[in-house]
């Protein structure tokens, strides 16, 4: 919650997981209007320093998967922020969400996932092209089914491949329809990470459930693509209300 204070606002309120928590320098928050009859579309958004005093950190991330991230809560206490960390005009920050959030953030996280899509197709595909079987001298590689279903993962990652690039090439033309593009590929490239990294661990067979080994690794990180703000569910709500010519956002 952000309220007025002289010469500048004072932040309160909890976030149970902030990306790079506690090594940045410092961090955007979306906060509720200053106005107390603020609707949920009226939020600010302010830059929080770290070592601001008011400032405290939950424990060191231990999730499943995203182990290179550091995913902890933050609690705000009374932080006192000067007028100049306000960005833009107070409760006016929904341009946020569709100008940096979706061409920047889920763009970015949609290369992410497709990285992710793409690495464990690579170890599967080596998999196949090493593994023969001892008794009959036959390569994985030369049964027609395991072609068949290597195949199908191909053409799953690079038409999502296609769908990323469609996006961003609209947005650097500046087609007003760019952001739809952006949030289906966001959408769409979670569901193919999923279920690529799965077919994956199931083409690979024994080795691929070694603790820690790389399709496990991958398919730890694999998870958390759906439940990347904005969820897969959300970003599939705002895609139909579009094309349906509603709002994204409810009133």
């Known amino acids: 919650m952000l309220t007025s204070s002289s010469g500048g606002f ?13 090594y940045a320098d410092s961090y955007v928050l979306s906060t509720m209007g200053v106005d107390p009859d603020a609707t949920q579309h009226e939020f600010s958004c302010v830059v929080v ?12 991330w231990d999730g499943l998967g995203m182990r290179g991230n550091s995913s902890r809560s933050l609690s ?3 932080v006192a922020l ?23 953030f889920l763009t970015a996280m949609s290369g992410t996932y497709l990285g992710i899509a793409q690495a464990a197709f690579d170890v599967v595909r080596e998999h196949l092209k090493s593994r023969v079987y001892r008794h009959n001298g036959v390569s994985l590689d030369q049964i027609s089914l ?22 961003t090439q609209q947005y650097d033309k500046g087609d007003p329809a760019a952001v739809l593009a952006i949030l289906s590929s966001k959408a769409e490239v979670a569901n193919c990470v999923v279920e690529v990294v799965n077919e994956a661990m199931t083409l690979a067979g024994g080795i691929a459930y070694r603790d820690n080994s790389r399709l496990d690794v991958l398919l730890r990180d694999a998870r958390a693509a ?26």
């Open 10 to 22: 004072i932040v309160n309120g909890e976030k149970t997981f902030v990306s790079n928590g506690g």
């Open 49 to 60: 320093e770290e070592g601001m005093k008011g400032i405290a950190w939950g424990p060191e």
């Open 76 to 78: 705000l206490s009374n």
């Open 82 to 104: 000067p007028e100049g960390n306000l960005l833009g005009a107070q409760g006016d920050q929904l341009w946020y969400i569709f100008q940096v959030v979706a061409p920047y």
């Open 146 to 167: 395991l072609q068949h279903r290597l195949g199908m993962l191909w053409a799953k990652i690079e038409r999502t491949r296609q769908l990323i690039y469609h996006a």
């Open 226 to 251: 759906h439940i990347m703000g904005p969820t897969t569910d959300i970003l599939y709500t705002w895609l139909g209300r579009a094309v349906l010519d509603q709002p994204i956002l409810d009133s």
